[in-house]
T-cell receptor, first 111, second 111 residues
Framework: DAKTTQPPSMDCAEGRAANLPCNHSTISGNEYVYWYRQIHSQGPQYIIHGLKNNETNEMASLIITEDRKSSTLILPHATLRDTAVYYCIVRGDNAGNMLTFGGGTRLMVKP | DVKVTQSSRYLVKRTGEKVFLECVQDMDHENMFWYRQDPGLGLRLIYFSYDVKMKEKGDIPEGYSVSREKKERFSLILESASTNQTSMYLC??????????FGPGTRLLVL
């Protein structure tokens, strides 16, 4: 799996958009970008994934640059409940069964 | 929505006890996984199963066994619990599109 780099922490005001960046400069053509989050003492929660087109679902939007070397997860209206560690993962279909989480970004949503 | 449930959120056991952790999913997924999560070590794969009665060792299977008698249920067994098995245990299930969904986790303390 390609290595990802994320800032260790970020703050966001409640109600504002949270933009979480991820660098994955060694991504290969068949690898997807996945985002998960983990709220304290709970299991990881799937958020969204994409290959090269931007994606949106009820939780978030995923913007992938044209060269695919970086992406941004956008929470359009952050709430206090969105305070969590957010993990960006890059993996392909033949990556086996391991899901490797790096350090992630600790997002603190403040009132 | 995919639902992955684990039998206990918190568990306290004594050294040498046999411990059963159960995971149930309601989405008819073939693939199920058991991970443990420890500070600074991220997620580590213990065992996984790709079909009923089928199981494969992950990266750290020592001291653990698993059982998959029904498609929706995947059990992790600690034959003789030890203090170094104190951890957060996470069950996950996977769709054909490689999206993993996690249960809420079981925090196990072995005294």
């Amino acid at each position: 799996d390609a290595k990802t780099t994320q800032p260790p922490s970020m703050d966001c005001a409640e109600g504002r958009a949270a933009n979480l960046p991820c660098n994955h400069s060694t991504i290969s053509g068949n690898e997807y970008v996945y985002w998960y989050r983990q709220i304290h003492s709970q299991g990881p929660q799937y958020i969204i994934h994409g290959l090269k087109n931007n994606e949106t679902n009820e939780m978030a939007s995923l913007i992938i640059t044209e060269d695919r070397k970086s992406s941004t997860l956008i929470l359009p209206h952050a709430t206090l409940r969105d305070t969590a560690v957010y993990y960006c993962i890059v993996r392909g279909d033949n990556a086996g069964n391991m899901l490797t989480f790096g350090g992630g970004t600790r997002l603190m949503v403040k009132p | 929505d995919v639902k992955v449930t684990q039998s206990s959120r918190y568990l306290v056991k004594r050294t040498g006890e046999k411990v059963f952790l159960e995971c149930v999913q309601d989405m008819d997924h073939e693939n199920m996984f058991w991970y443990r999560q420890d500070p600074g070590l991220g997620l580590r794969l213990i065992y996984f199963s790709y079909d009923v009665k089928m199981k494969e060792k992950g990266d750290i299977p020592e001291g653990y066994s698993v059982s998959r008698e029904k498609k929706e249920r995947f059990s992790l067994i600690l034959e003789s619990a030890s203090t170094n098995q104190t951890s957060m245990y996470l069950c996950a299930t996977r769709t054909v599109k490689e999206t993993q969904y996690f249960g809420p986790g079981t925090r196990l303390l072995v005294l």
